[in-house]
């Protein structure tokens, strides 16, 4: 029976080199702050960040910044599906608005060969611009009585 490539993507990696480099930019993005820094497991990393956690994984080929945004949805799913859909077309920038289980993530996907430190950097600094405009917007148009944050 053949392999299906996507199956072989999101295995997590065994690349100690690579979760190594991740480790020191993670370090060095965060100025040294382990207490910010949790290890899940040898290829998940959760980073605290100021009004969000993100999710650091690292799979066989891929490297996802994952940061959870609204864990429920609103009662107006269609409407918020469309805002995705209209959010993530209308910003050039890496990240994306995606529907991970039920829940809304901005997410950066990439490829091991494209990550180098500056682009770890950039990835980071988007996300910590675009998730507050982001979820700010999200939150009045689609939580009316107000989103409790610790949930994320």
């Avoid at 993670?26 to 100025?31: D, G, M, P, Q, Y």
């Avoid at 998940?44 to 650091?56: A, D, F, S, T, V």
């Avoid at 107006?76 to 995606?98: I, M, P, Q, R, T």
Wanted: charged share 25%; proline share 6%.
């Amino acid at each position: 029976m053949a392999v299906n490539p996507l199956d072989q993507a999101y295995k997590p990696t065994q690349d100690p080199k690579l979760l190594k480099q991740l480790e020191e930019w993670i370090l060095l993005v965060l100025e040294g702050h382990k207490d910010l820094v949790e290890k899940i497991q040898p290829h998940i990393w959760r980073l605290e960040q100021p009004g969000y956690k993100l999710l650091l994984v690292v799979t066989h080929l891929l490297v996802l910044f994952d940061v959870p945004m609204f864990v429920q949805l609103p009662k107006d799913k269609n409407g918020l599906f469309e805002e995705l859909l209209s959010l993530n077309s209308h910003h050039v920038k890496n990240a994306k608005l995606c529907l991970v289980k039920g829940q809304v993530h901005l997410r950066i996907v990439c490829e091991h060969k494209e990550l180098n430190q500056g682009s770890f950097e950039a990835y980071l600094a988007e996300l910590k611009d675009l998730f507050p405009l982001l979820f700010e917007r999200l939150v009045k148009r689609f939580y009316p009585d107000g989103y409790d944050e610790e949930e994320v």
